[in-house]
């Protein structure tokens, strides 16, 4: 076999890796994008949505499709609650938002290890999936196959809305400038209300889905929290592309994580950092300067 | 609140002989973690960039300190300067990733680079010794020819010397032009760079400063706890200073260290009255604090007027 072939099942994991986060930091770029809120919690959210998945999975689709609305339902009211909790924060007040969004992750981490216990939940997937299957030679796991092709669904999806419907014009141009939609008569409270719901729902939706790949655990919340920053950072903001660019850096985040790994197993703890540092360093002054300055 | 320094500072000194070895220790940790809590209130209160990541600069230090604790030398002094070197040259590599961000965004970016040197941490095991952490540091001598410190209250009189110079150095430079630059590009940059100052370099010169202060502190953490690991450098820690940094009142960088050791303490209270639900109260603590602590300040400064 030629020398590629030993790698061809971590860039396949990297693809599905970076798919999963992807979902998580679209979330994430949400609620930082146009509410300007860093939101601590929505690794927590995550873990709700993985937690959901563990429990209620029993390996049929219909067990699937119910941890799906379940999670995706409990984290969205997870991300309204915060903005609710969030209302009498001034906007600009980023230090106050940490505290709060951080107390809500500690002391929700704290909960779902009370209710769930702290090991690590093992998480069925549907048993038609649950099994490996031929490729190139290799036997691959079925469900992160159909993880993948969920996955990228949902990002199309979501460009879509980005760039197509009313409320994604919105969203645009509630990044842009905040003060301006507000005086074409859009409550900021309610944009934020949104904002934080959708972004929650995106986190449950990642957690019950990518449960079988980042599983539900006392450290689920603060390892996806972590990834999911580092590809915000990598993906920045370039105005309308930002779906694009975050789906870029997502994936290069998950094939240094899988890929980067098993190529170069010494340097990588190191080679996120790397990464933060090459694109950062090489992105012009002029456009980091385009980030929100407030 | 300048009548409470003198008296803060006498009950200071007098605090090992007053109670037990073991508060003694953790009254040393809590000084180490104030002055790290010091460079973040530099960054957050003066120059106005909110960070999470000063326990990055910390950590660097904090095991360049222990590396040359146990292979070369035991001198307090080469210690200290080694840990702050280390610091400033981590603070200076990483300079380049959060120089133009402001705001939200510089928290974002030192969350993230505190949170990858604690993955390195935990990953390098030839150096951190991984997640079971690094032990066996023996006592310094604060200087050469003066005795080793091996009594809790040596080395926590050691490190309130060494705190109480760094802090008078700090608030003496911030007292003059330095300060008066770095408020300068906290409330009103523009204003600023249309006078001709140099508001990057500025901020660059006031991040390395912060990293030299938290690797120094770094370099105390060996001395006073004789151990370290990964966990002592976690996001919560970074959490915990800045609530602490906040509840002192973020320009200050002596009441960072007050708000330091409120915070620690009110943590070490609560894990000890529900043992076991420790994060969960600490959490409601964040909480209550980001509600309670604007309206406090307020009513205080109506009070004070």
Redesign the interface.
Known sequence: MNQVDPYLIPALDGVAYGLLLFVVAAGLVLS?GVA???N?AHGTLYAIGAYVAAILSDGSWLALLLALAVGVGAATAGGAALSG?LA??PR?????????T??????????LV?AFGAENLPVRVPATVDRPVDLAGHAYAGYRLVFIAVAAALALALHAVVTRTRAGMLVRAAVDDPDMVACLGVNPERVRLGVLAASGALAGAAGVLGAPIIGPGPSTA?TVL?LS??V??LGGRNGHSSVVATLVAALAVGQIQTLGVALAPTA???L??AA??AV??ARS?GL??R???? | MRWLIAPAVLAAVAAPWLADPYTTATLARILVLGLVAASVALLTGVAGLPTLGQTAPFAAGAYAAATLALHSSSVGVTQLLMGASVGAAFAALTTPLVVYARGVVFLMITLAIGELVVTAASRWRSVTGGTDGLAGMPSPRPLWGLPILDTDRARYLYALAVVGVVLCVVVLLLRGPAGMYLRGCRDDEARMRASGHPVGAYLAIAYIAAGAIAGLAGSLLVTTQQYLSPADFGFDVAALLLLGVVIGGAGSVVGAIAGTAVVLAARDWLSGLLPGRGPLLLGALFIAAAYVLPRLRFMLRRVVA
């Not at chain 1, 951080?102 to 909960?111: E, H, K, M, N, W």
């Open positions: 930082f300007g809120i860093l601590l909790m009498p924060v600009g007040d980023h230090l106050t938002q940490a505290l709060l951080f107390g809500v992750a500690l002391a929700g981490g704290s909960l009370m603060a972590l920053l580092v915000v950072v990588a703890p190191f996120l950092f933060m540092a950062l360093a002054h980091i300067r980030w929100s300055p407030a």
